[in-house]
Each structure stands twice: as C-alpha cells, then as structure tokens.
C-alpha cells in the first residue's frame, strides 16, 4: 500500500468563459448568412448556462458539446435593419461573460 498520495493541487475558478465569433463582427451584414455562430469554452468548471437576446429579446440558441459551437438560425422575426446582439455565458461557478454587437440583417 502507498504511503504517499502524490502531488496535488486546489485551484480556485474565477476566470469567466471565452466567446470567440466565428462569423460575425461588429456592424456586419448578416443578410445572406443562414446562422451566426461562436465557439465558447470554459478551461476550469465547464459551461452552466448561455442566453442569447437581439434588440432585448430572448432567442433560441442551440449548442453542440463536442465541438464547442453556438449557434443562433435566423427566423422571420429578424427583420431587415440595424439589430444587437447580447450573449451572456456563464460557468459552474457563475462567472459571467457577455459579448455585445451590432449587426444588420
């Protein structure tokens, strides 16, 4: 039987998730794009919750575990002209990241 347990360490999670735009930038026409989409990652407690808004209003967002990818598909409600985006991500330890941007459709 070991005496010994090895090396170890406790660490403490105070970084928020990163969201990286793959296909969308600020001020950009996204009239001829079918969806927007991100990457986000969190290194240490992993991705509890993400809420999308344009113009203040909630949207569905689909998010695939395995490749870390977020996504949002245009519907009818997005109508032509200036929009924003509001993404808000957040880990298990409820450290917040918000990504905000203007967009037209």
């Given at each position: ?17 990163t ?6 930038s ?17 290194n ?15 949207v ?18 997005i ?6 985006l ?5 880990d ?14």
């Amino acid at each position: 039987m070991p005496k010994t347990f090895g090396s170890f360490y406790i660490s403490v999670d105070t970084l928020a998730p990163t969201i990286v735009p793959l296909n969308i930038s600020q001020g950009k026409n996204m009239a001829d794009v079918p969806k927007m989409r991100f990457k986000i990652r969190d290194n240490l407690s992993g991705i509890k919750s993400f809420n999308g808004y344009i113009d203040d209003r909630w949207v569905l967002m689909e998010f695939d575990a395995k490749t870390a990818t977020l996504w949002y598909s245009f519907d009818d409600k997005i109508t032509k002209g200036k929009h924003t985006l509001n993404l808000v991500v957040s880990d298990m330890k409820d450290n917040l990241k918000e990504y905000k941007i203007d967009f037209f459709r």
